[in-house]
């Protein structure tokens, strides 16, 4: 048995819980624990425990067996746009919540230390008063997500007083670095592009970002500290950037041209507003700093990176990633070769299927905006197999009894997914690829971000698909997406092709 003490981290998959996992098995000074729903894997350096979704009934005790400190990144941050269900009913159920179960649990099972990772979002959007957020600032969350980790850090902090457990909340700002997706990810891409992005003169304004080591470094500081026990941090770099000053860090990072746009702050805000886009124009133009002396003096922890060079570093890692994200070679020329030939192939079949499809519904085709590669939106064309009433949602969350009888019969032989061979010769999809999800998915939308599946062109049939794998399960789908990207190559092209041909796995499949 070892003496160290061990840690059960959670989120351990995201883009903060990896970077934490990394530097604990890196430095070896604790045992650890992740908690992961799917364990397709077994480790040396970490002890991997199933649990399943966060919620007020998920059972921890497996998890926290010999567990002194909890450090807790997992959280809900989207919701599906969902009219029927309340966003912050949503983010409760999981950020307040399943928190606090999991936090009530650790303490009657003697976890000494819990350490939540909040959000600056407690605090609110922008300091415009021209002062930074302190420790001591009264909260003002603006947004669901923001109240339901306001209100987790409330409970928190009312266990702490009723029982032995010691509770750590941390507010990091904007947090980047290696592999970061989102929004830092989209400036590095359009700026690597060349796109005369129109925020350069966004120069007056100032925001504190986070580098992703000084925040783990930060993490492992409160572990065992003292001093950290039930108290309140914000954290940052040590170096505020405006918007102009952050692009040109990234161009020096890319090794190109900064081509910002010189418009006025003032000209970007009226127009974002006149098209409801004000608290976009908020988080480019406006300015939200904190203030770290409190983890400064309290806690004596510095941060080790200065932002400008960790942008740099940041932006270099992006650049190095697209060349092995590209496309398999040859896959293009393939796919525009198999496409026009099944279509010529095919093309009794498709005016077949056309004309019963007028009979069957009145309207043969179905077309559906789809996310494509970089996120971008393309209209994806199948056969309809379901009645044109039918609400445009994930095919998973669709009842079997909306499909057609010419449906049932274009499903089971794969027909229905023949028209989209227009989309893979058009260079919007390839026959091999990420199935494309709908831009209401955001839970889909975010594993995937953060497995980067969207760097590659989405396709008719893949890996997951003959695995069985379909949009109900976000984070095994992404994952599998991604090993397949990862593997691709002419033997598994071919493969996958001819799997599905012969009728192995499914495209979007119905429950």
């Given at each position: ?39 397709n894997e077994q480790s040396d350096a970490v002890r991997i ?135 830092f990810q989209s400036l590095m891409k359009w700026t690597y ?132 994200s590209q496309s398999m070679p040859l896959q293009r020329s ?178």
């Amino acid at each position: 048995m070892s003496n160290k003490h061990r840690l059960l981290l959670t989120g351990a998959t995201g883009f903060v819980g990896s970077a934490i996992q990394k530097r604990i098995v890196a430095d070896g000074s604790y045992d650890l624990t992740i908690a992961v729903r799917n364990v397709n894997e077994q480790s040396d350096a970490v002890r991997i425990v199933k649990v399943d979704e966060l919620t007020t009934s998920t059972d921890w005790s497996d998890a926290l067996k010999s567990v002194d400190v909890v450090v807790h990144t997992a959280a809900r941050v989207h919701v599906m746009n969902d009219k029927s269900a309340d966003p912050l009913t949503e983010f409760r159920k999981v950020n307040v919540e399943g928190t606090l179960n999991l936090a009530r649990q650790a303490a009657d099972a003697g976890v000494k230390r819990f350490i939540f990772i909040s959000s600056i979002k407690v605090n609110g959007e922008g300091t415009e008063s021209g002062r930074p957020y302190t420790a001591d600032s009264k909260p003002n969350p603006t947004d669901p997500y923001g109240i339901s980790k306001y209100e987790a850090e409330q409970s928190l902090l009312k266990l702490a007083e009723t029982t032995p457990l010691e509770v750590v909340i941390i507010r990091p700002t904007l947090v980047y670095g290696e592999n970061v997706k989102g929004n830092f990810q989209s400036l590095m891409k359009w700026t690597y592009k060349g796109v005369p992005l129109p925020i350069g003169g966004i120069k007056k304004n100032l925001r504190s970002l986070v580098y992703v080591d000084n925040l783990v470094d930060f993490i492992v500081t409160c572990i065992e500290h003292k001093n950290a026990k039930n108290e309140v941090f914000l954290i940052s770099d040590d170096d505020d950037i405006s918007t102009a000053s952050l692009l040109e860090e990234i161009s020096k990072g890319l090794g190109v041209k900064n081509k910002a746009v010189n418009i006025p702050a003032k000209f970007i805000n009226t127009a974002a507003s006149a098209i409801g886009k004000s608290g976009v124009a908020q988080r480019l133009s406006g300015s939200l700093q904190v203030d770290i002396s409190k983890a400064k003096t309290l806690l004596g922890w510095e941060p080790k990176y200065s932002t400008s060079a960790s942008i740099q570093k940041t932006a270099k890692h992006y650049k190095s990633s697209l060349a092995t994200s590209q496309s398999m070679p040859l896959q293009r020329s393939l796919d525009i070769l198999f496409s026009v030939t099944g279509l010529v192939v095919a093309s009794p079949l498709l005016i077949g299927a056309t004309a019963i499809g007028y009979l069957d519904t009145g309207s043969p085709l179905f077309i559906q905006e789809r996310v494509g590669k970089d996120q971008k939106p393309f209209r994806l064309i199948k056969f309809r197999t379901m009645k044109v009433t039918t609400e445009s949602v994930a095919s998973h969350l669709v009842d079997t009894t909306s499909i057609t009888k010419l449906g049932k019969v274009l499903r089971k032989t794969k027909l229905d997914e023949l028209p989209q061979l227009i989309n893979v010769l058009k260079g919007e999809m390839s026959l091999v690829g990420p199935r494309p999800n709908l831009f209401n998915q955001k839970d889909l939308i975010e594993a995937r971000e953060e497995m980067g599946v969207y760097d590659v062109l989405p396709g008719i049939t893949g890996l997951a698909q003959l695995n069985g794998i379909d949009m109900s399960t976000p984070e095994r789908l992404a994952k599998k997406d991604k090993e397949m990207i990862d593997t691709l190559n002419l033997k598994n092209y071919f493969s996958y092709i001819v799997s599905t041909a012969l009728g192995k796995g499914s495209g979007d499949a119905v429950k």
